[in-house]
């Protein structure tokens, strides 16, 4: 008995990066087809006759369907795990993409725009699961290569834009079906593992029990607040900066998707390299400072174009993103044993927040205009200073053997 014990305790620090760069690929590739809404916006726009406020509509079906349902699936998979859920899922949003490839009916559009949200919101909670356990001891490095093919799937949405949208149309979205279809093979095969990894743990499996519990649900509302506040910047700035762009500036769609795909790229690369950052300087110490260090970039953007905006976004997009995995760690280490229902508060509840702020900005753009929105975005940064009370990496260790 103590020897399976001993055996069951390496297997769970061991880092298995076969796992974790498949289960990367399969959220690259759900990215990928997530990131088709935003891309496609400036062609519906056209197509149908769209205005501000309708284009966040777009935006906030698919973050409500994509994110905000994302901790309940969480909650119910964190008791009862349903591997095999996320490949199904994922042809649910090939089904959307190839509804939205050829409706030219609005509310059929947000119907579409539902079915690749539901789809997403199955998939993160389960992903985020596997990779936790695929991580081992190294959770900051484990989640960043979950969470890197996740942005640089998003990062592809301006290059959409530009490649396949503008050149095929709206139709273009059709294709993105078979990338649902690949990433569904790839999740059968993470299924399998993870259903074993279920099996072999069974008899390990206890309750976790938490103590400091209110100090643990107030740092978790303030982790909320700051990735929420970091996805009204993503938001404005992966939806609204070209359109700013393009009616200021006079950009032609591919020249001012190139600045939001330069942004986002960045944001993978920060992604990538802020989970190691973070196991090493801290994880609070990584959330604050790379959301107010963003901020003197920020505030450059409304006034930037041409050559000096491509570094601009680049630097911002970088600095502000490099906490985006850190930002799930940390949250996982304030409710340890809720992987699923913190992944999906924070990739789902709180990223998706960045919806809500699409469809409020687009309302404000109405009534505003475009430089209205950039100046709104810029200083929202300044928010990220609650990082201040968010309990040091060390205190949570403390509450982590107290409860022990």
């Given at each position: 008995?103590?020897?399976?014990?001993?055996?069951a305790?390496?297997?769970?620090?061991?880092?298995?990066?076969?796992?974790?760069?498949?289960?990367?690929?399969?959220?690259?590739l759900?990215?990928?087809?997530?990131?088709?809404?935003?891309?496609?916006?400036?062609i519906?726009?056209?197509?149908?006759?769209?205005?501000?406020?309708?284009?966040?509509v777009?935006?906030?079906?698919?973050?409500?369907t994509?994110?905000?349902?994302?901790?309940?699936?969480?909650?119910?998979?964190?008791?009862?795990?349903?591997?095999?859920?996320?490949?199904?899922?994922?042809?649910?949003?090939?089904?959307?993409?190839?509804?939205?490839?050829?409706?030219?009916?609005?509310l059929?559009?947000?119907?579409?725009?539902?079915?690749?949200g539901?789809?997403s919101?199955?998939?993160?909670?389960?992903?985020?699961?596997?990779?936790?356990?695929?991580?081992?001891?190294?959770?900051?490095?484990?989640?960043?290569?979950?969470q890197?093919?996740g942005?640089?799937?998003?990062?592809?949405?301006p290059?959409?834009?530009?490649?396949?949208?503008?050149?095929?149309g709206?139709?273009?979205?059709?294709?993105?079906?078979?990338?649902?279809?690949?990433?569904?093979?790839?999740?059968?095969?993470?299924?399998?593992?993870?259903?074993?990894?279920?099996?072999?743990n069974?008899?390990?499996?206890?309750?976790?029990?938490?103590?400091?519990?209110?100090?643990?649900m107030i740092?978790?509302?303030?982790?909320?607040?700051?990735?929420?506040v970091?996805?009204?910047?993503v938001?404005?700035?992966?939806?609204?900066y070209?359109?700013?762009?393009?009616?200021?500036?006079?950009?032609?769609?591919?020249?001012?998707?190139?600045?939001?795909?330069l942004?986002?790229?960045?944001?993978?690369?920060?992604t990538?390299?802020?989970?190691?950052?973070g196991?090493?300087?801290?994880?609070?110490?990584?959330?604050?400072?790379?959301?107010v260090?963003?901020?003197?970039?920020t505030?450059?953007?409304?006034?930037a174009?041409?050559i000096?905006?491509?570094?601009l976004?680049?630097?911002?997009?970088?600095?502000?993103?490099?906490?985006?995995s850190?930002?799930?760690?940390?949250?996982?280490?304030?409710?340890?044993?809720?992987?699923?229902?913190?992944?999906?508060?924070?990739?789902?509840?709180?990223?998706?927040?960045?919806?809500?702020?699409?469809?409020?900005?687009?309302?404000?753009?109405?009534?505003h205009?475009?430089?209205f929105?950039?100046?709104?975005?810029?200083?929202?940064?300044?928010?990220?200073?609650?990082g201040?009370?968010?309990p040091?990496?060390?205190?949570?260790?403390?509450?982590?053997?107290?409860?022990?």
């Amino acid at each position: 008995m103590e020897s399976s014990a001993i055996t069951a305790s390496k297997d769970a620090s061991q880092t298995v990066y076969r796992v974790l760069f498949a289960v990367s690929l399969a959220h690259l590739l759900n990215d990928s087809v997530q990131a088709v809404i935003p891309a496609v916006l400036p062609i519906l726009e056209k197509n149908l006759v769209l205005s501000y406020l309708q284009l966040g509509v777009i935006l906030l079906v698919m973050n409500v369907t994509a994110s905000i349902l994302q901790p309940v699936i969480g909650y119910i998979s964190d008791r009862f795990p349903l591997p095999f859920a996320m490949p199904i899922a994922m042809l649910v949003s090939g089904l959307g993409m190839f509804t939205l490839a050829f409706t030219q009916n609005y509310l059929l559009l947000l119907v579409a725009v539902g079915m690749v949200g539901i789809g997403s919101a199955v998939f993160h909670p389960e992903a985020s699961r596997v990779a936790h356990k695929a991580s081992g001891i190294q959770r900051g490095l484990g989640q960043s290569i979950f969470q890197v093919g996740g942005n640089v799937g998003q990062s592809l949405a301006p290059l959409m834009t530009a490649l396949v949208f503008v050149p095929l149309g709206q139709g273009g979205a059709a294709w993105f079906t078979a990338l649902a279809t690949i990433a569904a093979g790839v999740l059968v095969y993470i299924a399998f593992w993870s259903r074993g990894q279920q099996r072999q743990n069974k008899a390990q499996k206890r309750e976790v029990r938490l103590s400091h519990m209110n100090k643990r649900m107030i740092a978790l509302s303030l982790v909320v607040v700051i990735v929420a506040v970091r996805s009204w910047v993503v938001a404005g700035l992966q939806s609204f900066y070209p359109l700013f762009l393009i009616k200021t500036y006079g950009l032609q769609i591919n020249q001012a998707q190139i600045f939001a795909f330069l942004f986002l790229l960045a944001g993978a690369i920060g992604t990538f390299l802020g989970g190691p950052i973070g196991d090493r300087f801290g994880k609070r110490n990584l959330l604050i400072i790379s959301t107010v260090g963003a901020l003197p970039l920020t505030l450059l953007i409304p006034y930037a174009h041409g050559i000096w905006a491509y570094p601009l976004l680049f630097l911002t997009g970088f600095i502000l993103l490099s906490n985006f995995s850190v930002s799930v760690v940390y949250a996982q280490e304030l409710l340890p044993g809720r992987v699923g229902t913190v992944s999906g508060l924070i990739i789902g509840f709180a990223f998706g927040m960045g919806g809500l702020g699409a469809t409020v900005l687009g309302y404000l753009a109405d009534l505003h205009g475009l430089m209205f929105i950039m100046l709104l975005c810029s200083a929202l940064p300044l928010l990220g200073a609650l990082g201040l009370f968010l309990p040091k990496d060390a205190a949570l260790d403390e509450w982590e053997k107290a409860a022990a």
